[in-house]
């Protein structure tokens, strides 16, 4: 199963949606894992490997 990868964080994301994103925030081989949350609570993000044939880049729309 393919993992879309985004150019820019998303700014809705639902609670425990999990959204990948390439940006300088992580070294580089690692993308960044964004995991929606419940109101009031912070979004968790975490630098992971993922791999290239698993992933396709695209940009996120408002």
Same mark, same amino acid.
Do not use: N
């Given at each position: 199963?393919?993992?879309?990868?985004?150019?820019? #964080?998303?700014?809705?994301?639902?609670?425990? #949606?999990?959204?990948?994103?390439?940006?300088?925030?992580?070294?580089?081989?690692?993308?960044?894992?964004?995991?929606?949350?419940?109101?009031?609570?912070?979004?968790?993000?975490?630098?992971?490997?993922?791999?290239? #044939?698993?992933?396709?880049?695209? #940009?996120?729309?408002?």
């Amino acid at each position: 199963m393919a993992q879309t990868i985004l150019k820019s #964080e998303p700014l809705w994301l639902a609670p425990y #949606e999990v959204a990948f994103v390439q940006d300088a925030s992580c070294p580089a081989g690692k993308v960044l894992k964004i995991t929606g949350a419940i109101r009031g609570l912070h979004r968790k993000k975490a630098c992971v490997a993922l791999a290239a #044939e698993q992933a396709s880049l695209v #940009e996120a729309t408002p």
